[in-house]
């Protein structure tokens, strides 16, 4: 990791080091929030924190700009944790393995946690600097934005009182972000009597070699998703009445699931002809993805079962999962290219008389959210599911008007020599839930090169985050004049 240290920019990459030694998984972010508070306590500047674990630090304009209008820096703490099966990482206590590889920053087995650690990196670079002209800033760290957005939903009113937010959370360093989508979680569940498994051929299927990835941003990006695949093939065992043992496929909501395993069993005298069946099915799906997914596994054996649901239960739960919707929905009429409604099927457990579906379902439209829950929730009633709603959730309404996004198209296109793409994205952006109590606030989120966001792949570019950081500071040296002077942080003084 020693190659990190020598890449620029220097202050950038020499935080997000020190960043990713800290474990910090949603919702476990109690040691990346104390060191995100050292960090600003120690330059001494004005740290306080929210009753959700928000950590908002204060530091005062740089000489010379004390008039220009005070910006929120805002970027997530936590990490979406996805490690590949054959890696043996603990998420909660280890460092995040880092290495260069031919112009980007790559993880081992896991998740890199360049969403959203480079921008908090950015943030943390502001804050130690004394060179960086900037108007008065606010660098808010929101916690739990993966796995519920919890930070952002539970932001107050009053606690912010800057007027710009500048979001460092969108991966494609060509865009400008003016609005996303809002989401709800969906979670499916039904108990089952467990009876034993007597006199049957007991297999085990596994879906492997997924790329995984954003469940909003790739969703309409064709990429195979293991609950849906086992579904496929499962439904082809109805004829030799099944009975499923276990399930365990998929993951995080907020991720498109790679890999997956389920234990079932079938009459005996039928193990020849669904093997047949099985090598047709599993043709068909390895051709079907085979651009998208070149490393796509679907594999067979037999095992040993002893327990599991009755033929009834593991038929319905066969065609609930084969229905279950994932994927676009709809694509939005008014913006060329952006989805506008969609579901994850992240998640399906089974086993000890349990079910349970895990979903994730965006849109950047409210009543489309609205009617698209109301079909997942059908499908699932249908197969005596219980269905609970949580979590949800406001998108970001696009403000074509604001007066930041003007001065940064202007700015991008005079230091890049092409404009920007301006956009709305399918994705959980906090600026819609922030804006919820702050609506006066003009935001616009952008941010550096990330590919494979969720996923083991994960990788960032270098270049890239150079790009990003001196744009960053050009944004910052050029915010217009509030004709107010805002003393509110200038105790203590940071530059001498």
Same mark, same amino acid.
């Given at each position: ?43 001494? $500047? ?113 606690? $912010? ?139 067979? #054996? ?63 439209? #409210?009543?489309?959210?609205?009617? $698209? ?8 009633? $249908? ?114």
């Amino acid at each position: 990791m020693s190659e990190i240290f020598k890449l620029e920019p220097k202050p950038i990459w020499k935080n997000f080091h020190a960043l990713n030694q800290i474990p910090r998984p949603s919702k476990k972010e109690e040691k990346v929030r104390q060191f995100i508070i050292d960090f600003g306590e120690k330059l001494g $500047l004005d740290v306080s924190t929210d009753k959700v674990g928000n950590v908002l630090i204060k530091k005062s304009a740089y000489p010379g700009m004390e008039d220009r209008k005070k910006v929120v820096l805002q970027s997530h703490l936590d990490m979406v944790t996805q490690k590949n099966n054959d890696i043996d990482f603990d998420f909660d206590t280890q460092p995040i393995e880092m290495y260069v590889d031919d112009g980007f920053v790559k993880a081992n087995g896991t998740t890199l946690g360049a969403d959203n650690g480079i921008g908090v990196a950015a943030i943390m670079s502001i804050l130690e600097s004394k060179e960086i002209p900037h108007p008065a800033i606010e660098a808010f760290f929101t916690i739990d934005e993966e796995t519920g957005m919890t930070g952002a939903l539970g932001l107050q009113p009053n606690f $912010l009182s800057g007027k710009i937010l500048l979001n460092l959370d969108t991966e494609e360093d060509d865009e400008l972000d003016i609005g996303c989508a809002g989401g709800v979680d969906i979670t499916a569940k039904k108990t089952y009597p467990v009876e034993k498994i007597k006199n049957k051929t007991a297999f085990q299927l596994v879906v492997k070699g997924l790329q995984g990835g954003h469940s909003g941003m790739q969703i309409h990006e064709g990429l195979g998703n293991s609950n849906k695949i086992l579904g496929r093939i499962l439904y082809h065992t109805l004829a030799y009445e099944p009975q499923i043992s276990t399930v365990n496929s998929g993951g995080l909501r907020n991720a498109i699931p790679r890999e997956g395993i389920v234990e079932f069993a079938l009459n005996a005298d039928k193990e020849n002809e669904f093997r047949q069946v099985f090598e047709t099915v599993k043709e068909e799906v390895i051709e079907e993805f085979s651009t998208k997914e070149p490393k796509l596994s679907i594999t067979l #054996e037999n095992v040993s079962v002893a327990e599991g649901m009755s033929v009834d239960e593991s038929t319905t739960f066969i065609r609930v999962l084969n229905a279950a919707f994932s994927g676009v929905f709809r694509m939005s009429p008014d913006v060329e290219g952006l989805v506008e409604t969609s579901n994850n099927l992240a998640r399906v457990e089974v086993g000890e008389g349990n079910i349970t579906f895990k979903n994730l379902t965006r849109s950047s439209v #409210e009543s489309g959210k609205e009617y $698209l829950s109301e079909v997942i929730r059908s499908i699932f009633e $249908l197969g005596g599911f219980s269905v609970e709603f949580s979590g949800s959730y406001p998108g970001w309404k696009a403000n074509p008007k604001s007066e930041i996004l003007s001065i940064m198209k202007q700015l991008y296109t005079e230091k890049f020599g092409e404009e920007p793409r301006v956009v709305a994205c399918h994705a959980g952006l906090e600026c819609g839930i922030i804006g919820r109590n702050y609506p006066g606030l003009d935001m616009i989120s952008f941010g550096p090169n990330i590919y494979g966001a969720h996923s083991p792949d994960e990788r960032v570019e270098i270049k890239s985050v150079q790009k990003f950081w001196d744009y960053l500071l050009l944004v910052l040296k050029e915010i217009p004049v509030d004709g107010v002077v805002d003393y509110s942080c200038e105790v203590p003084k940071q530059y001498s």
